[in-house]
């Protein structure tokens, strides 16, 4: 079953872990299609917080009660109606897009200038680019859970969000939240916009 993505206790290893599942699950809906066993755990979680009022316990509620009244091909076909098919997509998942108007423009390059610093770099099998909103996820979850603490630290974490996530997702999220074709994704969105408003406060206060 998968885990409640909300921070359950006051521990700091317990807060990470919830972190870096919840940038996981972000990664994974975003880059395919959900397969079957993930959208099969995603019906059987949990949507109650020990912590009554927690933040994403809403957003949260609602992508499991969504995923519970649509079938695996609902939800697949969604997915290839808003970022598949041949040319431009209905709904753009590049960071480049929303913050120039165009792909593989000057945000990507400042996004490899700074993949290249943390020691990071695409793999050859990813048929998108780095600032694919999945692939931006990934690397935050390394950025939480990785081994090399001279990388994986919180003020790495402030600074690759800052500068390539926090700029453009608010608007990834209005677009995907509002578009006739999105359910599942609209759900999706609505947690993704509630998470990053958690991250930039926690950030806030590192400042």
């Given at each position: ?26 990664a994974?809906?975003?880059?395919g299609?959900?397969a ?16 009554p ?14 995923a519970?009244?649509m079938?695996?091909?609902?939800i ?6 808003l ?14 897009h ?49 081994d ?44 993704t ?12 206060i590192?400042?």
């Amino acid at each position: 079953m998968m885990p409640l993505p909300i921070p359950v206790t006051s521990s700091a290893l317990d807060e990470e872990t919830a972190r870096s599942e919840l940038y996981g699950l972000l990664a994974l809906v975003y880059y395919g299609p959900p397969a079957p066993e993930f959208i099969a755990d995603l019906r059987a979680a949990a949507t109650d917080s020990p912590a009554p009022g927690a933040f994403l316990e809403e957003p949260w509620r609602a992508l499991v009660g969504v995923a519970r009244e649509m079938s695996d091909a609902a939800i697949a076909a969604e997915f290839e109606a808003l970022f598949g098919g041949v040319g431009k997509p209905e709904v753009y998942l590049y960071g480049s897009h929303y913050l120039s108007g165009f792909l593989n423009e000057k945000p990507l390059a400042r996004l490899r200038t700074d993949l290249n610093q943390l020691g990071l770099s695409r793999d050859e099998a990813m048929s998108e680019t780095e600032d694919h909103i999945a692939y931006l996820c990934e690397v935050m979850r390394y950025l939480i859970a990785g081994d090399d603490v001279a990388v994986s630290n919180l003020t790495r974490q402030q600074g690759f969000f800052a500068a390539h996530i926090q700029p453009w997702s608010t608007q990834l999220c209005d677009t995907l939240a509002t578009h006739p074709k999105a359910r599942f994704y609209a759900a999706v969105a609505e947690l993704t916009r509630a998470f990053m408003s958690v991250e930039a406060q926690g950030f806030d206060i590192l400042v």
